[in-house]
């Protein structure tokens, strides 16, 4: 008999994961070795070693990657399925800010806050690229609430300077003030949750800001996240104010904000091929947000394109211009969005297949926290267990046939463990 660590854990059930783009791995009966947080091992027979180490054993569920959220305002729960008929620019006037604005009440906050990470929870999301509000005291109790719950998260205190109504506006020096100091009382406070630096987008943030924000990302060495090219009209408001600049990708790489932590610009709609190209070198992630692109302005990202260029790209529901929480319904919408694009291209960029989606909603945005989003030995314990019994088959289906069911038949009462970091969390309980 052969010892192993005491914090061993071992789980068995029908396993499938996408180790890389479009390649999905299914084990039948398969095993799933953890130590403390991370994967050691995924086996078709466990080996001698832990033949005496219990096993958690799921019979015939499915056991995947929890699933990876890029980009999503936590302040915008509320707003979810209201105000889509609208554009993007009217949308955010009419409804969003004046959501914001209310997170300067911190019970308010508290109480959004709460319910959406439970959502979120409850619908397999396990790490997420979060947005805040403009108020820092929110901002870090968002964080006190996804950490309280288990959650893997980078989190950002928004920054916007101009162009934004009175009541819902910063002054350019308190806000680097204020993100300064939201950096120092969060960076080290959590172990899986972490601020991230959040100019709100071009046409809200000054020059000025841009600059000191790209310093402080430097300095404390944290990535980024913002908006980039999701509407035309957009892109013709951030000419007007920035005529000197020959495109969108270039003013935010002139500021600095492509720097040394990866960067995440969400949507990525109208891009030109050397905008592109700029984004690759940078190692800019994409997050791709197409039920949100559907709801504000009808228009569709060209991922293939990306993958192709070697962008990394995830998957990201946007709330509240995406209505769904669930990442599991973005990856239907990313396939229909990419059967468009097909179309638009006339056949040029091929959609994407069910394991590629699958990819981008898993690893693909799992890369940007580390070793995420796969069960492949080295990566971090994060899985969801898919009770799928409910969904009809009148004669046996494979793993793969499984998955591709619950995503587009299945719902959040499928899922009936959920694992983060090694950990198990729970929708209806705080677990730290
Ligand atoms: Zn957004």
């Known amino acids: ?9 071992i789980y068995r059930g029908q396993i499938a994961y996408t180790p890389e783009l479009g ?5 039948k009966n398969g095993y799933i070795v953890v130590e403390s947080s991370k994967v050691k091992g995924v086996y078709p027979t466990l080996p001698k070693e832990y033949e005496y180490t219990p096993v958690e054993d799921y019979g015939n569920k499915l056991i995947i990657p929890g699933f990876v959220d890029l980009h999503s305002h936590a302040s915008q729960v509320a707003n979810r399925g209201i105000g889509l008929d609208r554009e993007l620019l009217d949308w955010l006037l009419v409804y969003t800010f004046k959501e914001e604005a209310k997170f300067s009440d911190l019970c308010y906050a508290e109480k959004a806050y709460s319910e959406y990470i439970k959502l979120l929870i ?3 999301t396990t790490r997420a690229a979060l947005l805040g509000t403009i108020y820092r005291e929110s901002t870090e109790l968002l964080m006190d609430i996804a950490n309280g719950y288990g959650l893997g998260a980078v989190v950002g205190k928004v920054n916007m300077d101009r162009e934004a109504p009175e009541y819902y506006i910063e002054n350019t020096d308190q806000s680097i003030i204020e993100t300064e100091r939201f950096i120092h009382n969060t960076i080290w406070k959590y172990p899986l949750v972490k601020p991230i630096i959040t100019p709100r987008f071009v046409p809200a943030t000054t020059p000025k800001l841009m600059w000191a924000l790209a310093q402080l990302a430097d300095y404390y060495r944290l990535p980024v996240q913002s908006h980039l090219s999701e509407d035309k009209e957009e892109l013709e408001y951030v000419k007007r104010l920035h005529p000197e600049f020959k ?3 270039s003013i935010y790489n002139y500021f600095g904000l492509f720097g040394q932590q990866p960067t995440i610009m969400a949507h990525c709609v109208y891009l030109s091929d ?7 070198r940078k190692g800019v992630y994409v997050a791709h947000c197409p039920v949100a692109n559907f709801n504000l302005s009808g228009s569709v990202a060209p991922i293939r394109k990306f993958l192709l260029a070697g962008i990394n790209v995830g998957l990201g529901t946007d709330v509240g211009a995406g209505h769904a929480v669930s990442i599991k319904d973005v ?3 990313a396939i229909q969005a990419s059967k468009v694009y097909e179309l638009q291209t006339n056949h040029q960029y091929k959609a994407l297949t069910t394991a590629e989606a699958f990819y981008l909603a898993t690893k693909g945005g799992g ?3 580390g070793k995420v989003g796969s069960l492949e030995a080295g990566y971090d314990f994060d899985a969801l267990v898919i009770d799928d019994s409910n969904i009809l088959t009148i004669h046996p289906r494979t793993i793969s046939e499984r998955l591709e069911r619950f995503i587009y038949l299945g719902d959040d009462r499928n899922i009936i463990q959920r694992f983060i970091a090694g950990r198990k969390v729970n929708p209806l309980t705080l677990s730290v």
């Open 1 to 9: 008999m052969s010892f192993h660590r005491k914090d061993t854990k």
């Open 23 to 27: 390649k999905l791995t299914t084990i």
């Open 122 to 124: 409850k619908n397999g």
């Open 247 to 249: 495109n969108y990708v």
């Open 274 to 280: 050397e905008e592109i190209a700029l984004m690759a």
């Open 331 to 333: 990856i239907w919408q």
């Open 367 to 369: 890369s940007f926290f």
